[in-house]
T-cell receptor, first 109, second 114 residues
């Protein structure tokens, strides 16, 4: 089983839609969780950290389920500018980070 | 946050040659890393660049192929030696900021080996 697994997509959704991605991880000792966003031919950029209690940042909500070893990202009211690849990242509490292969999202007008 | 500058941003290289990528950070950071992202793949850690000592390489990566220097807390270089087309990839420098416990990436160096 791969350390971090994501559905590669692509997810093609209309503007205004709500879309959710899941990511599973194999290392139960993982302590820190993140979602990064990577635009085409650009470097990854931190979107948000994922906390045990869940956290929200505007239209974005991240959840962690330790029992089932997955994290999720929910995007509400999708914008064209949300089109990107979303990378799930976990770490056992110290670097280095372990990256998933990413989920591609295309928001369509 | 940290501002990271990488040079070159892209290059086309001949098979068998070597290329050195530079990474400059605008502040002192403890941890610096080099990642590779091959086409259609996720990021893979090459090594942790240690200031004043040899880098710590991940499985599958060796110093002879990817020599790394880190003379101080704001600068590192990665050399891709004796390049082959399989080395065509994006090479990314990243740093961890202690205050934020967050990883930031440079803009990457796009390398094509012909």
């Amino acid at each position: 089983r791969k350390e971090v697994e994501q559905d590669p997509g692509p997810f093609n959704v209309p503007e205004g839609a709500t879309v959710a991605f899941n990511c599973t991880y194999s290392n139960s000792a993982s302590q820190s969780f993140f979602w990064y966003r990577q635009d085409c031919r650009k470097e990854p950029k931190l979107l948000m950290s994922v906390y045990s209690s869940g956290n929200e940042d505007g239209r974005f909500t991240a959840q962690l389920n330790r029992a089932s070893q997955y994290i999720s990202l929910l995007i509400r009211d999708s914008k064209l500018s949300d089109s990107a690849t979303y990378l799930c990242v976990v770490t056992p509490g110290y670097t280095p980070l372990v990256f998933g292969k990413g989920t591609r999202l295309s928001v369509i007008a | 946050s940290a501002v990271i500058s990488q040079k070159p941003s892209r290059d086309i290289c001949q098979r068998g040659t070597s290329l050195t990528i530079q990474c400059q950070v605008d502040s002192q950071v403890t941890m610096m890393f080099w990642y590779r992202q091959q086409p259609g793949q996720s990021l893979t850690l090459i090594a942790t660049a240690n200031q004043g000592s040899e880098a710590t390489y991940e499985s599958g990566f060796v110093i002879d192929k990817f020599p790394i220097s880190r003379p101080n807390l704001t600068f590192s270089t990665l050399t891709v030696s004796n390049m082959s087309p399989e080395d065509s990839s994006i090479y990314l420098c990243s740093v961890e900021t202690a205050e934020e416990n967050t990883i930031y990436f440079g803009e990457g160096s796009w390398l094509t080996v012909v």
